[in-house]
């Protein structure tokens, strides 16, 4: 039996739905289940948030042929108590997962990673546990530059500046040069850049590593954006 989490559902035809399945040791499954109606209904338990384990095979009875099979489904534990912000957060993570990681693509050790974020949410809403998924999103999917090493290949240091540098990582960026930058936006704290690595964020230094995740999955993303962000706007 295999664990995971859905991160998406959509209905197909009567008594099925497609599901887009985060998989322990595997990466993103899409895959088709029957979830028949009445008593034995499987509704309440094809839902995001709720820890599965399940069997699947390779023939999905549909016309997608990457489409998987679930055969066996039941509850790991009970779904996890999200609410208001913890929620928004928890939905943004699934977004982000739809969108990046393709079916079939290994990223083996997201799981876990999404895992502890769900339960660390599900106990206190912190930003802090978005930008540790997403920073291990990105090294699983190749795209984090080092946050040990600068571009001359010196120890990232905590009372240095840094920039980042596309296909080359975080250039250090002197008093004097820094005077060029229009903002000090433009700029990012090494301090920052450990306690990312450690994950380990500070309150003031939450907003910036924010703006250096979003800068980075940005290539990921295309240009559409992702519609789970507005949940956060107030209204």
Do not use: W
């Amino acid at each position: 039996m295999l664990r995971g989490y859905i991160l998406h559902h959509r209905p197909y035809r009567e008594s099925s739905v497609i599901v887009n399945l985060l998989v322990d040791g595997v990466g993103r499954v899409d895959a088709l289940v029957r979830v028949g109606s009445g008593k034995k209904s499987l509704k309440s338990i094809i839902q995001p948030f709720q820890p599965l384990i399940f069997q699947f095979n390779s023939k999905s009875g549909s016309t997608d042929s990457s489409l998987k099979f679930i055969t066996q489904v039941e509850p790991a534990a009970p779904a996890l108590p999200l609410k208001a912000e913890s929620l928004y957060s928890a939905m943004y993570l699934n977004e982000l997962l739809v969108r990046v990681v393709n079916s079939g693509q290994h990223a083996e050790g997201l799981f876990l990673h999404y895992h502890r974020s769900l339960m660390d949410l599900a106990q206190q809403f912190s930003s802090s546990h978005l930008r540790y998924f997403e920073m291990e999103l990105l090294l699983e999917l190749g795209a984090l530059p080092s946050l040990d090493y600068d571009t001359l290949g010196e120890m990232i240091m905590a009372g240095c500046s840094y920039r980042f540098v596309a296909d080359a990582g975080f250039a250090v960026v002197n008093q004097a040069a820094s005077e060029h930058f229009s903002s000090s936006r433009n700029l990012l704290a090494g301090e920052m850049l450990i306690q990312l690595k450690q994950k380990q964020l500070t309150p003031e230094h939450l907003i910036q590593a924010k703006g250096l995740m979003r800068y980075l999955l940005t290539p990921l993303l295309g240009g559409k954006p992702l519609l789970s962000r507005k949940l956060f706007i107030k209204q």
